[in-house]
């Protein structure tokens, strides 16, 4: 099979990630990589025998694409988009997918008009825990869910876009979309918000350090997050951890393994299965013009973007959001 060509978009933390996976794929070639900061677009290139550029356009025309990976700053989405677009190429788009939901749906049109494969990067959808987790409540009725992410990605440079609100949206729009969307992909649609907020400890920036949300499913289930910017750096267990009710047990996963309590008779409490790669399956989707095996889509995406912003709208206002 022909090698895959794939341009970047935006060579930073990331990025480097997927080029690193993508690179150790044989049936994949990784042509060009662009990044308005041009030391990042050259050590990227360096790294992976590419080309690098600073302006993505020029990179989409003087470049045979296959597909195009984006990963930027949540702000600067929009214009990217667009451009690759306009020429039909497949994208695969880091999440969260926009800063507002009024860019996120104009780009959400054109890619349906356009007929555009698109993957959004929601890798936990595809960590085997997630798999077993679907698997075992697809005929349950859940009664509540209860998502966490805490971490210190608040603290640091005040200056830098991520701790800046009107930029990055705060922790619930650019990190704690993963445990949204994973709220969602597990327990179904959410249709009411009802938020806090709170910054006790991180005075220095102007986002958020810590939020309480209140969710209601379309099925009924009621759930809630609490997310934090302020914890210790160091631990990471406590970010992306979901607690699901359902049918007078408790299931408690993570990106690794579910724990049911009690246990099934004849079955382990705790169980793991292999993980999928993301970037494999968009590959793959793209070699076989078939995007069955994509789990996040951009239309999709916009559901997690849109509890997020409802989720800083309420917090913002005091008042519930309906979506």
């Not at 798999?131 to 998502?147: F, N, T, Y």
């Not at 302020?230 to 690794?256: C, E, F, K």
Request: glycine share 6%; proline share 4%.
């Amino acid at each position: 099979m022909p090698e895959t060509k794939i341009g970047f978009i935006g060579c930073g933390g990331n990025a480097n990630g997927h080029m690193r996976t993508l690179h150790n794929m044989s049936d994949v070639q990784l042509v060009a990589t662009c990044d308005v900061v041009e030391s990042l677009a050259k050590r990227a290139a360096e790294q992976y025998g590419s080309k690098a550029y600073t302006d993505h356009r020029k990179m989409l025309d003087q470049e045979e694409l296959d597909a195009v990976y984006i990963s930027i700053p949540v702000f600067a989405h929009g214009e990217p988009e667009r451009d690759v677009i306009a020429r039909g190429l497949p994208f695969f788009v880091e999440k969260p997918v926009a800063r507002t939901m009024e860019v996120a749906e104009e780009i959400a049109q054109a890619v349906s008009d356009a007929n555009i494969m698109t993957c959004v990067g929601y890798q936990l959808r595809y960590c085997g825990s997630t798999d077993l987790a679907r698997e075992i409540l697809a005929d349950q009725k859940i009664s509540m869910v209860i998502g966490k992410y805490w971490s210190g990605s608040g603290r640091g440079d005040p200056n830098r876009w991520v701790r800046q609100m009107e930029r990055s949206g705060g922790q619930l729009v650019e990190q704690a979309t993963h445990t949204i969307d994973t709220m969602r992909y597990l327990v179904g649609e959410v249709e009411y918000v009802h938020s806090l907020q709170a910054n006790q400890q991180l005075p220095e920036i102007d986002c958020p350090d810590t939020y309480c949300v209140t969710l209601r499913f379309t099925n009924g289930a009621l759930g809630s997050l609490t997310t934090s910017w302020a914890y210790d750096p160091r631990d990471w267990s406590h970010a992306n951890v979901v607690d699901i009710l359902y049918d007078q047990s408790l299931m408690h996963w993570d990106t690794g393994k579910i724990v049911i309590t009690p246990a099934d008779e004849g079955q382990e409490a705790e169980r793991r299965k292999p993980s999928q790669s993301i970037d494999r399956v968009f590959v793959d989707a793209v070699q076989s013009n078939d995007a069955s095996q994509i789990r996040s889509n951009y239309d999709d995406a916009l559901k997690s973007l849109a509890v997020s912003l409802a989720a800083n709208e309420s917090a913002r206002t005091g008042q519930p959001v309906l979506l």
